[in-house]
């Protein structure tokens, strides 16, 4: 079983910055994918960026040259640098871990971390 624990959320005025990090406990297996999804109030969970245990990297439209994902395989971290941050990025941002390819496939899910952005 694996644990995945966010951190580094927190209150930060409109054009800051803040770094979210994304700790997993427990033996990974297999080739997989760590992202960062996020959460406002009333609206659907949306995929912010991914990373595979490669390091392939890929983000969505809102994110796109602000954000910036990264992993340390050795920590078992990932982590997710937010630039220029602006109010509509306001949300519950959650680290996920998922198998690509494994024997026994996976999905987990972190308890979130709140990213308050004020004008």
């Known amino acids: 079983q694996v644990q995945l624990v966010e951190s580094g959320g927190g209150l930060v005025q409109a054009g800051g910055s803040l770094r979210l990090s994304c700790a997993a406990s427990?033996?990974?297996?297999?080739?997989?994918?760590m992202g960062w999804f996020r959460q406002a109030p009333g609206k659907e969970r949306e995929l912010v960026a991914t990373?595979?245990?490669?390091?392939?990297?890929d983000y969505a439209d809102v994110a796109k040259g602000r954000f910036t994902i990264s992993r340390d395989n050795a920590k078992n971290t990932m982590y997710l640098h937010m630039n220029s941050l602006k109010p509509e990025d306001t949300a519950v941002y959650y680290c996920?871990?998922?198998?690509?390819?494994?024997?026994?496939?996976?999905?987990?899910w972190g308890q979130g971390t709140q990213v308050t952005v004020s004008s």
């Open positions: 996920n871990l998922k198998s690509i390819v494994s024997i026994r496939p996976y999905n987990y």
């Open positions: 427990g033996r990974i297996f297999g080739s997989n994918a």
């Open positions: 990373i595979t245990s490669s390091g392939m990297t």
